[in-house]
């Protein structure tokens, strides 16, 4: 069974730095797509970042220049390095990966991790 565990997330006052971790465990063959999502307070959950294995990167243009994203594919773990945050920026975040396990090819979340920016 896959699992993406998520970590890093808290609470930062504006301007502050955070980094995301998720770690995709279980038999996997091969990841195809790993990424970041958001979801604040009524509203739908949008993109953040994606990166592939071949390390071909996505951002939203919300984030760009602010956040980067980066992946260890020795251990399927994705990062989300986030600079000069921004109180829009408070938001559940969750982790995306597309995958190839012994089922076939899937679409796994995590459980996601809260991250609030506040003075």
């Known amino acids: 069974q896959v699992q993406l565990v998520e970590s890093g997330g808290g609470l930062v006052q504006p301007g502050g730095s955070l980094r995301l971790s998720c770690a995709a465990s279980?038999?996997?063959?091969?990841?195809?797509?790993m990424g970041w999502y958001r979801q604040a307070p009524g509203k739908q959950r949008e993109l953040v970042a994606t990166i592939t294995g071949g390390t071909s990167i996505n951002y939203a243009d919300s984030v760009k220049g602010r956040f980067t994203i980066s992946r260890d594919n020795a251990k399927n773990t994705v990062y989300l390095q986030m600079n000069s945050l921004i109180r829009e920026d408070t938001a559940v975040y969750y982790c995306?990966?597309?995958?190839?396990?012994?089922?076939?090819?899937?679409?796994?979340w995590g459980q996601g991790t809260q991250v609030t920016v506040s003075s």
């Open positions: 995306n990966a597309d995958l190839h396990t012994i089922r076939g090819r899937a679409n796994y």
């Open positions: 279980g038999i996997i063959y091969r990841i195809n797509v």
